[in-house]
């Protein structure tokens, strides 16, 4: 099956792909924020083939009365929108609560976009034009990963996981971040990606690994993602980003969290 569209009004090419073999029976419910009906239907189509529904918001007012009287277990959510831009909603969905991945739609090219997308919140990005195979990658990996996450936090009730690494400490049920007694401000994905640094101290993780375990996917060409995510971590966590004391470099390998902190 071999499906494609073209978004007219934005210029955008949305590439052919072929179909994606079904992985799984059961169905989630997605909340696609997308103005543009043709894109829409479209990637609505293709959810199908990974056993995903989606609901349609059209701007982003709609999106917030879908979203506080729905329950769901992704939202792809595009920032080019007629009334509320997407940054702003992205911030007020990651605010509402309950933990829901997000997945970025984006036009914009510029790292400063996809930076500010993640750090107000969303898990993922993905930049147009884009194929639909690699749209419904990036939507089975966070779907894997909330399933993961949803795992461990029932884990979590019943041991209440607390990590201590030298002044840092992380609350795995609360996603929780202190660093001597000062809580952290950190993404979803930061946190997961220094939860997995702290719970594998002193050992070296590559990046095309690190995709692998966090995001849940190795595609080539985004090891750039581990890197930005490394050095806003950094940045938040070390007194002097530049000399790290936690998250240390193995030059020509990789990362690793030090063994004694």
């Known amino acids: ?59 982003g007012q709609e999106a917030l009365t879908r979203y506080a009287h729905g329950r769901y277990d992704l939202v792809i959510l595009d920032l080019m929108l007629p009334d509320l831009d997407g940054l702003t909603l992205c911030q007020r969905l990651r605010n509402g609560g309950d933990y829901v991945p997000i997945l970025m739609l984006t036009a914009k090219s ?12 969303a898990d993922d990005y993905l930049v147009k034009p884009f194929s639909f195979p690699e749209l419904l990658a990036r939507v089975k990996a966070l779907l894997r990963r909330a399933e993961a996450l949803s795992s461990r936090h029932g884990e979590a009730k019943t041991s209440d996981e607390r990590i201590i690494r030298g002044e840092l400490a992380i609350e795995t049920d609360k996603r929780r971040v202190t660093l001597a007694d000062r809580e952290l401000s ?36 985004y090891e750039h993602t581990v890197n930005s995510h490394i050095n806003r ?10 000399e790290p004391r936690y998250l240390l470099t193995v030059w020509g ?5 030090a063994e004694s902190c």
Request: aromatic fraction near 8%.
């Open 1 to 59: 099956m071999v499906r494609s569209g073209i978004d007219r009004r934005r210029g955008v090419f949305i590439l052919t792909d072929t179909h994606i073999p079904q992985t799984s029976s059961m169905t989630r419910t997605v909340l696609l924020v997308e103005d543009d009906r043709d894109i829409a239907a479209l990637v609505k189509l293709h959810l199908q083939d990974i056993h995903c529904r989606a609901e349609i918001a059209g701007c």
């Open 110 to 121: 510029s790292e400063l976009d996809r930076v500010l997308g993640l750090e107000l919140g």
């Open 186 to 221: 950190l993404t979803a994905k930061e946190f997961d990606l220094l939860l997995y640094f702290a719970r594998h101290p002193g050992r070296v993780f590559s990046r095309g690994q690190l995709l692998d375990q966090v995001w849940g996917y190795g595609h080539d060409g």
């Open 233 to 242: 971590l950094r940045a938040k966590l070390e007194p002097n980003p530049a």
């Open 253 to 257: 390998v990789g990362y690793k969290f």
